[in-house]
């Protein structure tokens, strides 16, 4: 091969020009070089370009497919087309199958609608007199019985709904109790007290008690019940003083755990209050013990007020007792909680007395704190 030829292909190679241009010079050059000269290249030089596809040089004499294919020749044949898949024929199900799905339906009818009435069940209905359609007898077949249905209308309830009868049953309210009630005068019970009653374990003998302490209205049975107020907390909060209380201050008492002994102990530790004292006390979780740490110290008009707003700052027995102990002559309930806010300390406390001896008050203890010192 002539030089010429060498340098046209080497130009190529370096995609300086492209392979059309290269056949035109080879031609010019004369016959002696024919193209089929001018087409191989070695596989080291093909470029990227080449196998992206883009503008530039592109291999001479070599199919892309074959490239991409990495052999040589004309490159692969195309890939014949796949044929659909058939469609797979409906299969009849068979009687075990079908015996399934009626089976499935059956549950979910029940779920739906509810077990059937049982014929003996309606038929033991009619028979004792009773005449309920099939979707009551349906609902009451698993809780009521004739025995029970009898039962009620001896006890005075004659006219009930289905529902209510289903309610009674369900919560064990017994015929016996409907009596006793309506002997204690309480005739006047509808379904739904009746239901409460049994829900909360409301019983006759603490009801007869109550109503001779004078409170009478079902739904405040209910509450006292509900929250653990005994006949025995009212009688002994009457002799400690607190008469005629409403039955909401008595609910109070019960939900924020007030019990008689801390009645007892703040009426002997000589301690005036109200009803709403007591509750505010118990909300705040004031103590005995710290109600008579801080009526020890004999604070000039000491409140139950002052000693709820020394437990809300976080005072403590020990603590009122050592400041007590310090005899600072000027203190107060207010030198307290003014104590606890800017974070008066035992430890400081103590050294502030070293240093200042009788001459220390609430009140200089209390800069002393603010200053930092």
Do not use: C
Not at 148 to 163: C, M, N, P, V
Not at 285 to 310: C, E, H, K, T, Y
């Amino acid at each position: 091969m002539h030089e010429e030829q060498m340098k046209i292909l080497e130009l190529v190679a370096q995609g300086k020009i492209s392979a059309e241009e290269a056949d035109l010079l080879l031609e010019a050059l004369g016959p002696e070089s024919p193209k089929s000269e001018a087409r191989p290249v070695e596989p080291e030089r093909r470029t990227a370009s080449a196998f992206a596809g883009g503008p530039g040089p592109r291999v001479i004499g070599v199919d892309q497919a074959s490239v991409f294919a990495g052999a040589p020749g004309r490159g692969l044949p195309p890939r014949p087309p796949i044929p659909p898949i058939p469609p797979v024929p409906p299969v009849a199900p068979t009687a075990r199958v079908i015996k399934r799905l009626k089976r499935r339906l059956g549950a979910a009818s029940r779920f739906w609608h509810g077990p059937r009435v049982d014929p003996m069940y309606g038929e033991e209905m009619r028979q004792a007199g009773f005449d309920f359609s099939d979707e009551e007898l349906r609902r009451m077949q698993h809780h009521v019985t004739v025995d029970y249905l009898k039962g009620l209308q001896e006890a005075g309830l004659t006219d009930l709904r289905a529902d209510q009868i289903v309610a009674l049953a369900i919560h064990d309210v017994q015929p016996e109790f409907i009596k006793e009630a309506r002997e204690l005068g309480l005739g006047e019970l509808s379904v739904d007290d009746l239901v409460q009653l049994a829900i909360h374990d409301i019983r006759l003998d603490f009801i007869k008690e109550i109503r001779h302490l004078g409170i009478k209205d079902i739904e405040d049975l209910v509450q006292l019940g509900i929250h653990g107020v005994s006949i025995d907390f009212i009688k002994e909060a009457q002799t400690l003083g607190l008469e005629n209380l409403a039955v909401e201050d008595l609910v109070q008492f019960g939900i924020h755990g007030i019990r008689i002994d801390f009645v007892r102990q703040l009426r002997e530790l000589g301690l005036e209050f109200e009803p709403d004292d007591l509750v505010h006390l118990g909300i705040h979780g004031v103590s005995a013990d710290f109600v008579r740490a801080v009526v020890a110290l004999n604070l000039p008009d000491l409140a139950v007020d002052d000693i709820v707003q020394m437990r809300i700052h976080g005072l403590n027995s020990r603590f009122v007792a050592e400041i007590g102990q310090l005899n600072l002559p000027d203190l107060s309930a207010d030198h307290l909680v003014e104590m606890a806010i800017h974070g008066v300390t035992l430890e400081m406390a103590r050294r502030a007395k070293e240093r200042w001896g009788d001459a220390l008050t609430a009140a200089k203890l209390v800069h002393l704190a603010m200053m930092g010192e």
